[in-house]
């Protein structure tokens, strides 16, 4: 069965610092979402993206982060200058088409991400 | 934000009895539900979903009944199984916002063997 990939699964870094996760969407899906989840807290959703544009972006995501979807397989989530409060999993999702529809989104393993 | 809320944090069930998992919800626009399984250290796992146009969904073990005025819904597990045993969410979107889903805060199921 077709699944959404995350790397890494865990990544440490220090304050200030970039940090991209990558996510390889499932196949023939067109939507890509980012969720990210502080520990001991709700799933909230930073970001969907289509059509190599965002769709939807959250108060979350402010300018220190950024979607890209560089070739055809992968989506990318940059953090530009990460903060402690950045520590948290992060989940990448896609659905197939999501456009008014109302479809399932299927989620990745998640990255752990820990900011020192 | 609390437009979706599981008000119980855990459950506890014997196993073959039926477990049923509670969801409230406050924005009326919500048109789609789902409720995901999650074990730790994974990505949530799709379950089952149901749109505002039914009340009720099946699939297999696993039955969500939705109740639009009370705006409530609720995941039936039944019979329980010991590899049910993770933490369940309830999510929610509506049309034309990105997709985006609204999750609850989580129900951790526990199915005694």
């Known amino acids: 069965e077709p699944e959404v990939t995350q790397t890494p699964s865990h990544q440490v870094t220090q304050m200030g610092q970039e940090v991209i996760l990558r996510c390889v969407p499932i196949?023939?899906?067109?939507?890509f979402y980012w969720y990210r989840q502080i520990l001991g807290q709700k799933v909230e959703f930073l970001v969907s993206?289509?059509?190599?544009?965002?769709?939807?972006k959250s108060e979350i995501f402010d300018d220190q982060f950024s979607v890209e979807r560089p070739d055809g397989s992968n989506f990318t989530l940059k953090i530009r200058s990460t903060k402690l409060e950045d520590s948290a999993m992060y989940f990448c999702?896609?659905?197939?088409?999501?456009?008014?529809?109302?479809?399932?989104?299927?989620f990745g393993p998640g990255t752990r991400l820990l900011v020192l | 934000d609390q437009q979706v809320k599981q008000n119980s944090p855990s459950l506890s069930v014997q196993e073959g009895r039926i477990s049923i998992l509670n969801c409230d919800y406050t924005?009326?626009?919500?048109?789609?539900f789902l409720w995901y399984k999650k074990y730790p250290a994974e990505g949530p796992t799709f379950l089952i979903s149901?749109?505002?146009?039914?009340d009720k969904n099946e699939d297999g073990r696993f039955t969500v009944f939705l109740n639009k005025s009370a705006k409530h819904l609720s995941l039936h597990i039944v019979p329980s199984q010991p590899g049910d045993s993770a933490v369940y969410f309830c999510?929610?979107?509506?049309?034309?916002?990105?997709?985006?889903?609204?999750f609850g805060g989580g129900t951790r199921l526990m199915v005694k063997p």
């Open positions: 924005n009326s626009m919500f048109d789609y």
């Open positions: 149901i749109s505002s146009i039914k």
């Open positions: 993206f289509y059509n190599n544009e965002i769709s939807e």
């Open positions: 999702a896609s659905s197939p088409t999501g456009v008014g529809l109302q479809e399932t989104q299927y």
């Open positions: 999510a929610a979107s509506r049309r034309y916002a990105g997709n985006m889903l609204t």
């Open positions: 196949s023939n899906h067109l939507y």
